[in-house]
């Protein structure tokens, strides 16, 4: 088989370990979504398994295409299963949808379709204070997260405050989702678990058919989903796992990093194999990555290497703000790049999307094109919710969550007293909210009230019936015509100019997905953006990644910087104290730093401005365990008074003390030279030992060949940005070099551009 002849030693042993249970830990970078991949070619083409006998469990839609992309040269995949694990339930569900009490087009809720709902049961059952119903959203989505009914949550979390209130809710919440033939997205894997658990006919189907299963990522299985695994391997209990433990890093959303830990205790038969040799990072940068996760206690043990060459150095630095920081990486990168670098071969990561805005600041300022990941996804945008809204009511006229949130959008006229009688009406004659709008003869409406109704009505039979024959992408053009939403936008304003671009992208998915995936139908469309991820987004653009290191697992870049290394950032605050967490957070650091190709910076700053106000910052314990890699110099107390382990919560490594960050600096460091900074950048040159800081006062001037004449510009000049378009100076501040010009763009609103760097053309 000439696609074993690719793989290495460490990687053919368990390509062609077939039978049995199999847990294979493959460090970063270690190829193994090749050997995954592999070993299905080797089932197929030299065990001769049909297609359809074989599973594979990714957790994106993004790997699952891969995949599959992979595998289409070996084997028709349409007779394969390669999804993630929610699609997985989903096609499990619709088979036997009868058999849970649902029906084969039920609607898949979002989180904010959730919480939606959620808020509606809390104001039937009287709770309108907004920490109650903050609790109760809490309480219920850890109760489907751990899988537990509200009968078994509320027995074990007994002493919580508010959990009466919260599983009352979630009594309700469950019966309103059964109304509305809907599922949530832990619904389907509970209802999945339950289905194969308690239905011998379902379990005996799905588990008979797979007779080999391939799971990636398996160190991010909760307990459901391991569950759910385990269920289905009952029949042949040939399982095939990979997985990372040093890459657990989803304990918050219920991951459990005991099933990769203790595989063998669930499977006393297991063969465990070992990738180590990593094809990603250079030997510096893995280095750093093996020291950092060395401090980790809860691991199975690995140590990567590679053949690759030592690289430079990854680089410290120390900002006096968050500005400074983002400067910093601004500069060196606008200096690669005139190197040969592209704008696409940087990220720039960190443990919470709120760092994000003094990097797009000055990447703005230096006209380098960015994208922000991790944070508000497009598909939760309530432009797009709203137009995903007419959708899934076209598809599921029962799902009344739904029909509430487009009665009145674009606006109709239809008060909030109408939606309540709606409401009423449907609960008490059990129907859908929709139905119930079709019955509003009934309700005692004046007839100006009725009229409206009866044309919302009316709209939705004739888009259910253009929806039986029309395809996706022309139901959603029609939708946009005729449903008011682009008119609701019509103004100039910046918010309602982004608003229709938005849409205007929503349908230029749509058009890619038809255009891609043929006959699919509205259901398979609907299932498709619900089970959507962040990392779905990102595409080959040309572009600076700024992202969570969340939003970034699986992916790799030739530059990396690691910024916000602070104590109560990086690790997060609720990690101090808590040994469990903490090294979960060290994972997270392991995921970050081996995500670099070729060169890292680890950054921070030495105050910033975060949750409302500015505080004095606490270099990060993960940077003090590398001090010895990184050449840090050692550092002692300011008040040798005090002793004691930083773990004990006192003393701080840049000199002062956890509990009174205010009460020290450190000692300042000369300003860094052009050679200090860009000297790492080709060459033999290694990067400054020190750490450097910039001096508080003004950024230093930036550094580049390529500046352009600033004397043109003036307040009502037109100009050009490759990116922008064109746009109206309309505010300038500084001089010369230093410039800073307000654009307005009739696209995007205001920009401020650093005119002697950012790709502008004065036009007049």
């Not at 989180?111 to 959620?118: C, D, G, T």
Request: hydrophobic fraction near 35%; charged fraction near 25%; charge should be negative.
């Amino acid at each position: 088989m000439n696609a074993l002849t690719s793989l290495n030693e460490e990687q053919t042993a368990p390509v062609l370990d077939t039978e049995g249970a199999v847990l294979v830990l493959a460090g970063a970078g270690s190829g193994k979504t090749r050997v995954l991949t592999t070993r299905i070619e080797y089932l197929v083409s030299e065990k001769e398994v049909p297609p359809e006998n074989i599973l594979a469990i990714t957790f994106t839609n993004k790997a699952a295409g891969e995949m599959k992309a992979r595998l289409e040269s070996v084997c028709d995949t349409r007779r394969m299963w390669v999804c993630t694990i929610h699609s997985m339930c989903v096609k499990m569900l619709r088979l036997f949808a009868e058999r849970r009490g649902l029906k084969e087009n039920f609607s898949i809720y979002s989180e904010q379709e959730r919480s939606a709902v959620i808020k509606q049961v809390c104001k039937e059952c009287g709770y309108i204070e907004d920490s109650v119903l903050k609790s109760v959203r809490y309480h219920i989505s850890n109760a489907k997260m751990l899988g537990l009914s509200a009968q078994e949550y509320a027995a074990q979390y007994s002493h919580d405050r508010n959990i009466e209130a919260a599983m009352r809710v979630y009594r309700k919440y469950a019966e309103h989702l059964r109304s509305y033939n809907a599922l949530d997205f832990d619904d389907l894997l509970t209802e999945a678990r339950a289905l194969l658990s308690q239905d011998a006919e379902a379990l005996s189907y799905f588990a008979g058919r797979f007779r080999y299963i391939h799971v990636d990522e398996f160190q991010d299985t909760n307990a459901v989903q391991f569950d759910i695994i385990k269920l289905l391997s009952s029949v042949h209990g040939n399982l095939f796992v990979v997985g990372d433990d040093d890459q657990s890093i989803y304990g918050w959303r219920g991951a459990k990093i005991e099933n990769i830990l203790h595989f063998e205790r669930s499977f006393p038969r297991a063969k465990v194999y070992k990738l180590q040799r990593n094809y990603r990072s250079t030997g510096a940068i893995l280095a750093l990555a093996n020291a950092s996760i060395a401090h980790n206690a809860m691991r199975k043990g690995k140590q990567l290497w590679t053949e690759a060459p030592e690289g430079d150095k990854p680089v410290y630095y120390e900002a006096d703000g968050e500005l400074g920081e983002a400067l910093y990486c601004a500069r060196i990168i606008s200096e690669m790049c005139r190197q040969g670098y592209r704008l696409s071969d940087f990220a720039v990561l960190m443990r919470i999307n709120a760092l994000t805005r003094s990097y797009e600041q000055e990447f703005a300022k230096y006209g380098l094109d960015y994208k922000v990941f991790g944070g508000f996804k497009f598909f939760e945008r309530k432009e797009i919710k709203d137009i995903l809204a007419y959708l899934r009511l076209i598809s599921n006229p029962f799902d009344s969550e739904a029909a509430l949130r487009i009665i009145n959008v674009p606006k109709r006229g239809i008060g909030d007293k109408t939606v309540q009688a709606l409401i009423d009406y449907a609960d008490r004659e059990d129907l859908s909210v929709y139905d119930a709008v079709l019955d509003c003869d009934l309700l005692g409406l004046n007839a100006g009230t009725r009229a409206k109704l009866h044309a919302f009505g009316d709209y939705i039979k004739e888009l259910v019936a253009f929806s039986q024959t029309a395809p996706v992408d022309e139901l959603v053009g029609h939708i946009l015509k005729t449903s008011g939403m682009y008119e609701q936008y019509a103004d100039n304003s910046d918010e309602s100019i982004t608003k229709r671009a938005n849409l205007d992208e929503f349908k230029n998915s749509v058009d890619e997905y038809v255009r891609l995936n043929g006959d699919a139908s509205l259901s398979d469309y609907l299932q498709q953006i619900t089970l959507y991820s962040d990392t779905d987004e990102m595409d080959d653009g040309e572009y600076v990644t700024l992202a969570t290191i969340h939003a970034v697992k699986g992916l790799e870049f030739r530059c990396v910087f690691l910024i916000g290394l602070e104590e109560n950032v990086m690790p997060t605050s609720r990690a101090i104290g808590d040994t469990k967490e903490l090294e979960e957070e060290r994972r997270l650091m392991y995921v970050a730093i081996t995500r670099a190709k070729e060169k890292l910076w680890l950054t921070r700053s030495t105050n910033r401005y975060l949750y409302g106000r500015r505080e004095a910052t606490v270099r990060s314990r993960f940077i003090e365990e590398l001090k010895d890699e990184l050449s840090l110099p050692a550092r002692k107390p300011l008040f040798p008074r005090y002793s004691g382990d930083y773990y004990g919560g006192r003393r701080d490594f840049s000199g002062g003390y956890a509990s009174d960050p205010v009460r020290f600096s450190a000692p300042r460091r000369p300003e860094p030279t052009e050679s200090d900074v860009f000297g790492t950048f080709g060459g033999s040159k290694k990067p400054p030992a020190a750490n450097y800081r910039p001096p508080a006062a003004a950024a230093p001037e930036p550094i580049s060949p390529l500046r352009r004449d600033t004397a043109g510009y003036t307040v009502g000049a037109r100009v050009r940005h490759r990116r922008f378009g064109e746009g109206t100076v309309i505010a300038m501040r500084g001089q010369e070099n230093n410039l800073i010009v307000t654009v307005h763009f009739p696209s995007v609103g205001n920009k401020e551009l650093a005119a002697a760097l950012a790709p502008l053309e004065i036009l007049d």
